[in-house]
C-alpha cells in the first residue's frame, strides 16, 4: 500500500493515560526523537501528585504534551492536533481541549464497561458517533502488543505494559522520527532484563509497522527540521538545566558546591541530578527539613563553599529565618525556588508565579534579596549561572524564582562553551584589612559595598559572625540607633548597586504603542502571542524582566515611554503591584491562576484587547 | 565482667583509621598556646554569677592543650544566654539564630573536616526549638562538639519553663505549674545512638575539662550536658550536686572499667542490673563484688548507658556525671568526602565542557 506523506509545519501532540501507562516516559522518548531529527520543540508535562491514583480514574490521568515544528517555536502549544488517549478517563479528560478535526488515537482495548463506567460515560463513545467531529483511530493498542510479543519469555502484563512502546512506534512512523535512539536507550532501560529490552524493542517496531501497513492510518507526516542558529545542541528540562547551571556556577567560581535540600515537588530533581556530579567537589546533603537544608548550606558558605538550597514555596517559607541571617551575615547563598501552585501545599504538580513578593518581602526585618528569575528551561542554566555570580561578588543570599512549568518543561539547547561563561571567581580575604593588622568583616569594598569573606582556616582573621546587629566595619554587636540605621541602609544599597543588564525591548517596527511585559515562565506565551498579534498587523512591543530584584536600571524608563504596559502573571498581580508602587506606572495586569501556563491564542487576544480599547 | 575483660574502643576499623584520633585532620600549631590567646576582645556580658563565666574560663583555659591552630576551630552557637559563648572566644565563631547552630554546623563540618567544630547550645535550644536538628545531626554523627548547657529555664526570655524543667515548675508562663514532664538529654541522646554521650557540671572544671577534651578527641558527633546554674531565674537547681553535705550522696561518678559505687560509709551505693532489664541502685553492704556493674563506656549497645541515664529519676535521688557512651563509627563527614573521592576516582574529575555535552546532541550549522 501507498501511503501519502504530507508536509506540515508544526504539530502539537498530546500523550494521555493512566499515571501508571509511562506517558511521561513515552512523551520523553518522543522529545528524544524529535530533538534528533533536528526540529524546534517544546514540551508540558502535566501529572498527578498522586503517584498511583486509582487505576482509571480522571484524577490518575497523566499526560504530555510535545509541541514540534520547522521553525523555532516559543510554546508547547495550546490546543493539541493529535490525541493518544490510553483509556477511557485520558480521553474524558483531555477531549475539552482538542478542537474540531484534531486525530484522536484511542486503545479500544481500554474501553470496556466497567472502564467506561468509571469516569460516568454513559455508552462507548467510541461506538456511537459522539466523535464525529474529530478523525478517531480507534486501536485495540494492549491486545496488539500482547500479540505482537507472542512467543517472548515473558509474563502477560509485562507484555501489556509494552502498550505505550507500541503507541511510540505508531507515533513515530506518523511522524516520521528517527527510531536508532528508542532502541539505544530501550537497550539500556532494560540492560538487566535483556528479555524485557527486547520485548519493548519489539512492541515500538510492531506499532512502526502496524502503522505502515493498517489502512487505518493513510498519512504520515514529514516536519522538516528547523533552522536554529548553528552549533550544537540537545534537549534539556528546566530542572536539568538549572542544576547544570549550578555546578557550572560553582567551577566558574571556583568553589566546591555544598546542596543542603529536601525533597519537595518539583524541585526534588535538582537534588537528584547533583548528587550524581559528585565528582565535581559536589556534596549533596538530604536534610532533616527544609530549615536544616539551608542552614546546613549557609554553614558550608561559611566555611568557603558555595552553599546551595533547592525547594519549593512552602519550603521558602520555613527558610525564611535562615534566609535573613544570610542577609545579616553576608556570605553567598543560592535559595532555589521551583514555584508550585499555593497556598499551603496547594496544588504540588501545577505551576504558578506566587512566590515573588515572598521572595521578597518574606523576611523579619528590611532583608534584602536579589531575585532572579529564568524565562525558559535553558534559562534556567544562564540564570543559576547569574544567581552564582551575584551571592559570590556581593557576599549575599540570592533568589532564583523557577517554576514547575520550567522544572518539567524541555527545549533544544544551544550548549555554551566553557570559554563563554563568565569567569566569576571572587576570591576569599587572606590578609588583614585593617589597622594594626586587625581583620574587619564588615569593611565593605567601596564599589561593590560587598564585604570580605574571609573562611576558618586562614590565620590571624579570626572573627565572629552572626544574626545581632553588627557595628559597621568591625562587625563586633551592635545596639547603636544610628549604627544600625546606617547598616539598614549599606545592606539595601549594596543590594540595589548589584550590576544588572538592562532591559531590553522587542519592538519590530520600532513605534509600537503598548508594552507587553512578562517575567519568568510567561516568556514563551507572550513571545508567541505578540507574534501572532503582530502577524495579525498590530503592533505590540515586548520585553522580558529576568532580574526582578534589582530592576535593570532603565525599567522605568522602559514602562513610561509606552501609551500601556500590559503584564500577564500568573498570580493576581505581584509584580505589577511592585512596579505601580516603585514607577508609579499604570500597569494592566492580566491574572489567571488555573496552575497552567498561559496560552498564546488567550494572550493575543488579551493584547488585541489592549491595543483595541481606547 | 572486670575492666580487664572489657573491649577495647574502635572494633571496627572505621573512619580511615582515625578512630580515637578525632583531631588528626585537624592543623596542629608548635606555638606555645595559653588561655589568653583565646580570649577575644569583647566585654563578656553574662549576668555576674552565671554558670556560664566558669565554662568559659574553663573552654578557654583547655583549648590551648589541644595544640590546635585556632584559626582551625569554629564555635557556632544559636540563640540564648550560652549562644553568645562564640563571641568571646578568638576563634572563628557564628552566632546563628534559635535552635539551628547542629545544622549550620552540620554544613560547616561535612564540607570542612580540617576543622574543629563546637556548638554552643542550651536546654530551649537544643531541645525545644531545635530538638529536630539536634537528634538528626546525633544520628549522623557529624564530626561536632555539642555543648549543652542545661539550666532547666529560659534566661533570655526571662524565666520561662525550659524542656528540661521539673513538673509542676511555677514560672512566669506556668504560674500553675508546668505540665509537661522534660526531656533528659542524655537520654534523648543516646536514643538517637550518639557515639559520645556525657554529662558535667560548670562548676567543677576539673571534670569539665577532662570530659571536653574526651569530647574534642572523639571524632563524630558528641554531645556534653553540662549542668550550668541560672542564678537569676533558676538559682540553686544543682545545689544538691556542688553542696559537700550532700553531693558524694548522690553523683554517681561513671568511669570506664570502673565498678559503679557511690555514697559514703553506711550509705555507699552500687548500680546492678535491675530483674526488669534496667539497672538499681543497692546498698553497696547488700551485694558481692560480682554484681556490681562494671561502666562499660565504649559497649556498642546503648541500651545500657540508657539504663544508666535512667537514674536521675524521680527528682535527682542519684545523678550520674561523666561519660555515658563513647564508641566509635564513621562519621558523616569521613562518609560524605569519601564518597566524593570515589566518585572522582572511578571517574575522573569533573570537566564541565563533558558534562554539558553529555546526553544526545545534534549540530547545526
Known amino acids: ?614 | 565482667m572486670t575492666s580487664a575483660e572489657l573491649p577495647a574502643s574502635g572494633r571496627t576499623p572505621l573512619n580511615g583509621g582515625l578512630n580515637g584520633k578525632g583531631l588528626a585532620l585537624i592543623p596542629r600549631t608548635d606555638a606555645k598556646q595559653t588561655l589568653k590567646d583565646f580570649k577575644s576582645d569583647q566585654e563578656v556580658r553574662w549576668c555576674p554569677g552565671c554558670g556560664d563565666y566558669a565554662i568559659l574560663a574553663a573552654v578557654q583555659s583547655f583549648l590551648p592543650e589541644l595544640g590546635l591552630r585556632r584559626e582551625n576551630i569554629v564555635f557556632v552557637s544559636g540563640i540564648g544566654c550560652s549562644s553568645r559563648f562564640p563571641y568571646y572566644l578568638n576563634t572563628y565563631g557564628f552566632h546563628s539564630i534559635h535552635g539551628r547552630a547542629p545544622a549550620i554546623a552540620t554544613g560547616l563540618a561535612a564540607s570542612r573536616p580540617d576543622l574543629s567544630v563546637w556548638v554552643i547550645t542550651g536546654d530551649g535550644d537544643a531541645l525545644s526549638i531545635g530538638g529536630n536538628h539536634l537528634i538528626h545531626a546525633l544520628r549522623r554523627n557529624v564530626n561536632l562538639n555539642i555543648l549543652l548547657f542545661n539550666n532547666r529555664i529560659y534566661g533570655l526570655t526571662k524565666g520561662q519553663y525550659s524542656p528540661t524543667s521539673e513538673i509542676g515548675k511555677i514560672t512566669k508562663s506556668t504560674p500553675m505549674g508546668s505540665l509537661d514532664k522534660p526531656f533528659n538529654p542524655i537520654s534523648l541522646a543516646l536514643g538517637a545512638e550518639a557515639g559520645f554521650v556525657a554529662r558535667t557540671m560548670d562548676s567543677d572544671r576539673k571534670h569539665l575539662q577532662g570530659v571536653l577534651r574526651q569530647a574534642a578527641e572523639h571524632r563524630g558527633a558528641s554531645l556534653v550536658e553540662i549542668y550550668q546554674n541560672c542564678n537569676i531565674f533558676n538559682d540553686g537547681a544543682f545545689d544538691t550536686l556542688k553542696d559537700p553535705g550532700t553531693r558524694d550522696e548522690i553523683t554517681v561518678r561513671l568511669e570506664h572499667g570502673q565498678p559503679i559505687v557511690f555514697g559514703t560509709g553506711e550509705n555507699e551505693r552500687a548500680v546492678r542490673l535491675s530483674p526488669t532489664g534496667g539497672v538499681e541502685v543497692v546498698r553497696r553492704a547488700e551485694v558481692s563484688d560480682g554484681e556490681i556493674l562494671v561502666h562499660d563506656a565504649h559497649n556498642p549497645d546503648p541500651s545500657l548507658a540508657f539504663a544508666l541515664s535512667r537514674l536521675d529519676e524521680p527528682a535527682f535521688e542519684h545523678v550520674p556525671m561523666g561519660v555515658f557512651r563513647s564508641v566509635d563509627r564513621p562519621s558523616y563527614d569521613h562518609l560524605l568526602n569519601e564518597q566524593v573521592a570515589t566518585a572522582t576516582a572511578d571517574k575522573g574529575e569533573g570537566s564541565l565542557a563533558d558534562l554539558l555535552h553529555g546526553g544526545d546532541t545534534w549540530t547545526i550549522g
Not at chain 1, 501507562?21 to 522529545?31: A, N, P, S, V
Not at chain 1, 535538582?270 to 556534596?283: P, Q
Not at chain 1, 532572579?372 to 528551561?377: H, N, R, S, V
Not at chain 1, 566553557?418 to 571572587?426: F, G, H, Q
Request: proline share 7%.
Open chain 1, 1 to 614: 500500500m501507498t501511503k501519502q506523506v504530507q508536509q506540515l509545519d508544526r504539530v502539537i501532540i498530546r500523550f494521555a493515560g493512566d499515571s501508571g501507562d509511562g506517558m511521561q516516559l513515552t512523551g520523553d522518548r518522543f522529545t528524544a526523537e524529535t530533538a534528533q531529527f533536528g526540529n524546534d520543540l517544546s514540551t508540558l508535562p502535566n501529572f498527578p501528585a498522586e503517584i498511583r491514583a486509582p487505576a482509571g480514574t480522571l484524577p490518575g490521568v497523566s499526560s504530555f504534551q510535545l509541541h514540534f515544528a520547522d521553525h523555532d517555536i516559543l510554546t508547547p502549544g495550546d490546543a493539541p492536533n493529535v490525541l493518544v488517549a490510553m483509556n477511557p478517563a485520558a480521553l474524558k479528560a483531555n477531549i475539552g481541549d482538542l478542537p474540531r478535526g484534531a486525530d484522536i488515537i484511542a486503545n479500544t482495548d481500554e474501553f470496556t464497561k466497567r472502564n467506561l463506567q468509571k469516569v460516568g460515560y454513559p455508552g462507548n463513545p467510541l461506538e456511537d458517533d459522539s466523535l464525529k467531529e474529530w478523525r478517531l483511530h480507534a486501536v485495540p493498542l494492549t491486545s496488539l502488543t500482547v500479540r505482537a510479543l507472542d512467543g517472548f519469555d515473558i509474563s502477560k502484563k509485562d507484555a501489556e505494559r509494552a502498550k505505550n512502546m507500541f503507541a511510540l512506534g505508531l507515533l513515530s512512523w506518523m511522524y516520521n522520527r528517527p527510531t536508532e535512539g528508542t532502541i539505544k536507550f530501550l537497550e539500556s532501560k532494560f540492560a538487566r532484563k535483556p528479555e524485557i529490552a527486547k520485548a519493548n524493542i519489539a512492541a515500538f517496531q510492531a506499532g512502526w509497522n502496524y502503522g505502515e501497513t493498517t489502512e487505518s492510518f493513510s498519512v504520515s507526516y514529514e516536519i522538516k527540521p528547523a533552522t536554529l542558529a548553528p552549533g550544537v545542541y540537545r534537549n534539556i528540562s528546566g530542572n536539568q538545566a538549572l542544576s547544570y547551571g549550578l555546578i557550572a556556577g560553582a567551577v566558574q567560581a571556583k568553589l566546591p558546591l555544598f546542596l543542603g535540600s529536601y525533597p519537595i515537588t518539583p524541585a526534588s530533581d535538582i537534588l537528584h541530578e547533583l548528587s550524581k556530579h559528585k565528582r565535581f567537589g559536589i556534596r549533596t546533603f538530604q536534610a532533616e527539613d527544609e530549615i536544616a537544608g539551608v542552614a546546613a548550606a549557609l554553614g558550608a558558605s561559611f566555611g568557603g563553599s558555595l552553599g546551595v538550597t533547592t525547594t519549593s514555596g512552602p519550603g521558602v517559607a520555613l527558610k525564611a529565618e535562615t534566609v535573613g541571617l544570610a542577609v545579616t551575615t553576608e556570605l553567598p547563598l543560592i535559595v532555589v525556588d521551583v514555584q508550585r501552585a499555593g497556598p499551603s501545599t496547594g496544588m504540588p504538580t501545577k505551576t504558578e508565579q506566587t512566590d515573588l513578593l515572598m521572595a521578597m518581602y518574606g523576611r523579619n526585618g528590611e532583608s534584602p534579596v536579589p531575585v532572579l528569575a529564568p524565562a525558559t528551561p535553558s534559562d534556567c542554566f544562564t540564570m543559576a549561572v547569574e544567581a552564582a555570580r551575584i551571592a559570590v561578588k556581593y557576599r549575599t543570599p540570592v533568589m532564583l524564582l523557577s517554576d514547575g512549568y520550567l522544572a518539567n518543561g524541555s527545549e533544544p539547547w544551544r550548549i555554551p562553551e566553557v570559554s563563554e561563561l563568565p569567569d566569576i571567581t571572587a576570591p576569599f580575604t587572606t590578609e588583614p584589612n585593617g589597622e594594626d593588622g586587625t581583620y574587619l568583616p564588615f569593611k565593605r569594598d567601596p564599589e561593590t559595598l560587598a564585604r570580605p569573606w574571609a573562611v576558618p582556616g586562614t590565620p590571624g582573621l579570626e572573627h565572629r559572625i552572626g544574626g545581632i546587629e553588627k557595628a559597621d566595619g568591625t562587625g563586633n554587636i551592635s545596639y547603636d540607633p544610628d549604627n544600625h540605621d546606617r547598616m539598614v541602609r549599606l545592606r539595601q544599597a549594596k543590594i540595589d548597586g548589584i550590576d544588572v543588564p538592562d532591559l531590553t525591548v522587542d519592538d519590530p517596527g520600532g513605534d509600537a504603542r503598548v508594552l507587553v511585559l512578562g517575567w519568568g515562565s510567561t516568556y514563551g506565551p507572550i513571545a508567541a502571542a505578540a507574534r501572532r498579534v503582530r502577524a495579525a498587523g498590530h503592533k505590540v512591543a515586548q520585553a522580558h524582566l529576568r532580574h526582578l530584584n534589582p530592576l535593570p536600571a532603565n525599567t522605568g524608563e522602559v514602562l513610561r515611554s509606552y501609551d500601556k504596559v500590559l503584564l500577564p502573571e500568573i498570580n493576581l498581580g505581584q509584580l505589577a503591584m511592585l512596579l505601580r508602587a516603585r514607577f508609579l506606572v499604570d500597569v494592566i495586569s492580566y491574572n489567571r491562576v488555573r496552575g497552567l501556563p498561559f496560552k498564546a491564542e488567550e494572550l493575543a487576544a488579551v493584547i488585541g484587547e489592549v491595543i483595541e480599547s481606547d
